[in-house]
């Protein structure tokens, strides 16, 4: 009897796997005429906002931005009077393709065993099949850094476009950095009789990490020295880290953990970029001073303490921003990460104001990630990877993307969402 309840359980994941796993909508073919966008509102980020002007994309890139552009030959026309137009949305920190459903184990591909494992790559397990995708790209998001999670030394995040076949034609930059998850103290509702081991085990975490970095250095010193000593593909994986030239995101939350994480970025002299952040108003300052950089997921969160003002988590991205740190907004998970646009919207309600928020989600994340030399916002010579919406994109209410083009080519906007509604319409219709 155990036996068949385990291969009906496992039929039924290998069932759930092959329904779930892979969207029909086809990627846009390459552009091959030009594209101008007539009379839009314009968001362009990095220099405001411009009425009633025109945008031209040519070869995957925008080429001209201006009012009454004219129109090269075989040039395809987008009337966008009372349109407006954004760069593409980046979502950071998210596990999108990496996790369909989080209750069927052969649909999640978020981790790995171990606590060091710098060397993994995420888009290598990122399945650009997803149903997820579809639903999460309709509102206007057109790269996402797909992220690990795990424990300790989780791997290194990729940014991916949200339309292609596979997860190679999906990598716009991999290797964008080693993720740390950093041990957390153990909680409150451990037993008397238990917490002494949960402090013991937390203090091994704690010393382990301090001793695979050690290691890490120790291996970038040789390695500096004597390029043909034997490569340890862990450690390889980290010279950047050492070099400069990559951040190390650390996910903390708690005070605590920001405080350690910080002292620890110090110590080893790294450039490091803070994921999660619930508390980390409570250190704006010292986050400024260190130069550190913030992609905050929590922008619908709930208070941390019976004292905390109830409207904490809505205002952290304005007192980040107005106390000099490097903000970004982020959604830390899967499916619920279409709601980017409106976690900003509810950060520029709360004193980061809508410019600001948009660069939290476009720009911001682009400088971060080291592409803002092609994304996150409109100027010529940039990626058209664009959005046209009918509303203020950060609006749920007025918002409704329309249109979208990712290096220049037309993204499919319909998703199971949609195709659902259609479905179940049609029964209404036909009462």
């Keep these: 009897m155990h036996i068949i309840k385990k291969l009906l359980t496992t039929a039924c994941a290998i069932a759930l796997t092959s329904t779930v796993t892979a969207h029909d909508m086809i990627p846009g073919a390459a552009q091959s005429n030009p594209i101008l966008i007539k009379g839009a509102t314009l968001h362009t980020v990095s220099h405001g906002v411009l009425t009633g002007h025109d945008l031209l994309?040519?070869?995957?890139?925008?080429?001209?931005?201006?009012?009454?552009?004219?129109?090269?030959?075989?040039?395809k026309v987008i009337e966008?009077?009372?349109?407006?137009?954004?760069?593409g949305l980046i979502l950071t920190a998210t596990q999108l393709g990496l996790r369909e459903i989080s209750s069927v184990r052969a649909t999640v591909d978020?981790?790995?065993?171990?606590?060091?494992?710098?060397h993994l790559l995420t888009h290598v397990a990122y399945s650009p099949d997803s149903e997820i995708i579809p639903t999460v790209r309709a509102n206007g998001i057109t790269h996402a850094q797909i992220t690990p999670v795990g424990r300790l030394i989780t791997g290194q995040s990729s940014l991916i476009n949200l339309d292609a076949w596979n997860a190679d034609d999906a990598l716009t930059k991999g290797a964008l950095g080693t993720h740390v998850s950093w041990p957390s103290q153990p909680s409150y509702w451990i037993s008397k009789k238990n917490r002494p081991k949960a402090l013991t085990r937390y203090r091994q975490q704690l010393e382990?990490?301090?001793?695979?970095?050690?290691?890490?250095?120790?291996?970038?010193?040789?390695?500096?020295?004597d390029n043909s000593i034997a490569k340890d593909i862990r450690w390889h994986a980290m010279l950047g880290l050492w070099q400069g030239d990559k951040p190390l995101f650390v996910h903390a939350e708690a005070i605590e953990q920001i405080e350690q994480a910080m002292r620890f970025s110090q110590r080893f002299d790294l450039k490091m970029v803070l994921i999660g952040a619930s508390d980390a108003w409570m250190v704006k300052e010292q986050l400024a001073k260190l130069n550190i950089a913030v992609i905050y997921t929590n922008a619908f969160g709930l208070p941390q303490r019976d004292d905390e003002d109830i409207a904490q988590a809505f205002k952290t991205p304005s007192q980040l921003t107005a106390a000099g740190v490097t903000t970004a907004i982020g959604y830390e998970s899967a499916w619920d990460s279409r709601s980017l646009a409106f976690a900003a919207g509810m950060a520029a309600k709360y004193g980061l104001g809508k410019e600001q928020a948009l660069k939290a989600i476009t720009l911001i994340p682009a400088q971060i990630l080291g592409v803002a030399d092609k994304l996150g916002s409109l100027e010529v010579g940039k990626s058209a990877s664009i959005v046209i919406s009918k509303g203020d994109i950060l609006d749920y209410q007025g918002h409704k993307v329309l249109q979208m083009f990712i290096?220049?080519?037309?993204?499919?906007?319909?998703?199971?969402h949609r195709q659902l509604y259609q479905k179940y319409l049609q029964k209404t219709v036909n009462r």
């Design 80 to 87: 966008a009077l009372g349109r407006h137009v954004y760069p």
């Design 57 to 75: 994309l040519q070869q995957g890139k925008i080429s001209a931005i201006g009012p009454d552009l004219v129109a090269p030959k075989h040039t």
């Design 208 to 225: 382990l990490l301090s001793q695979y970095f050690e290691q890490s250095k120790r291996y970038f010193t040789a390695y500096q020295q």
């Design 110 to 118: 978020d981790r790995e065993v171990g606590d060091d494992n710098p």
């Design 407 to 416: 290096d220049g080519r037309e993204v499919d906007l319909n998703n199971r």
